[in-house]
């Protein structure tokens, strides 16, 4: 079966710090992947999906960016984070266009 | 017009009773449609696919209204577990990506 994991859980990180976040998808291979954020008491934010390695679309322009160094792995990164980067931020991923599956998510504060 | 709209609650019905829950996309195109639920400070999770012909799952039934560009989820019997939120989510045709609504709160009172 398949699995999805992120981390960390929780994190808690000063304005204008780096930031990485990492996703790992387990039991298939060519996931679309996806990176949400959801803010609080918000609807789900789509932020970046990527349909292969190296292959990244982004929809929200931002101080974030996201990588796919290998299949079933995706980072969602930052050079500097923003006091309005805080949120939960969920990876999910789909076998080509049918549900999507959602990590853990890790939620995140910046202070 | 937002492209999935929601009434977000919350809807507050005692155990045992019928809810229904309504989704309208702005997409004509779009092909595919879920109902997720949400937990407080969860992930959403897959309730249901929602099919051209409509589909059932225990208590949980879906619909699909093409004409009217709505999808419905319908609970019989709630049951205090049934309290979360529940997004509708659409995947527009020739897209790989998933717009979700903002969610509508079900609260089921003892």
């Known amino acids: 079966s398949q699995t999805i994991h992120q981390w960390p859980a929780t994190l808690v990180q000063p304005v204008g710090s780096p930031l990485s976040l990492e996703c790992t998808v387990e039991g298939t291979s060519n996931p679309n992947l996806y990176w949400y954020r959801q803010a609080a008491g918000r609807g789900l934010q789509l932020l970046f999906y990527?349909?292969?390695?190296?292959?990244i679309s982004s929809e929200v322009p931002q101080n974030l960016s996201a990588s796919r160094p290998q299949d079933r792995q995706f980072i969602l990164s930052s050079k500097k984070l923003l006091l309005s980067d805080s949120g939960f931020y969920l990876c999910a991923w789909s076998p080509a266009v049918y549900e999507q599956y959602f990590g853990p998510g890790t939620r995140l504060t910046v202070t | 017009r937002k492209e999935v709209e929601q009434d977000p609650g919350p809807f507050n019905v005692p155990e045992g009773a019928t809810v229904a829950f309504n989704c309208t996309y702005s997409?004509?195109?779009?092909?595919?449609f879920f109902w997720y639920r949400q937990d407080c400070r969860k992930e959403p999770k897959l309730l249901m696919s929602?099919?051209?012909s409509g589909n059932e799952d225990g208590r949980f039934t879906a619909q699909l209204n093409r004409a009217s560009q709505y999808i419905s989820l319908l609970i019989r019997d709630s049951k205090l577990s049934d309290s979360a939120t529940y997004l509708c989510?659409?995947?527009?045709?020739?897209?790989?990506?998933?717009?979700f609504g903002t969610g509508t709160r079900l609260k089921v009172l003892a």
């Open positions: 997409n004509s195109a779009s092909q595919s």
């Open positions: 989510v659409v995947n527009p045709s020739g897209t790989y990506k998933y717009i």
């Open positions: 990527s349909v292969g390695i190296g292959q």
């Open positions: 929602v099919y051209s």
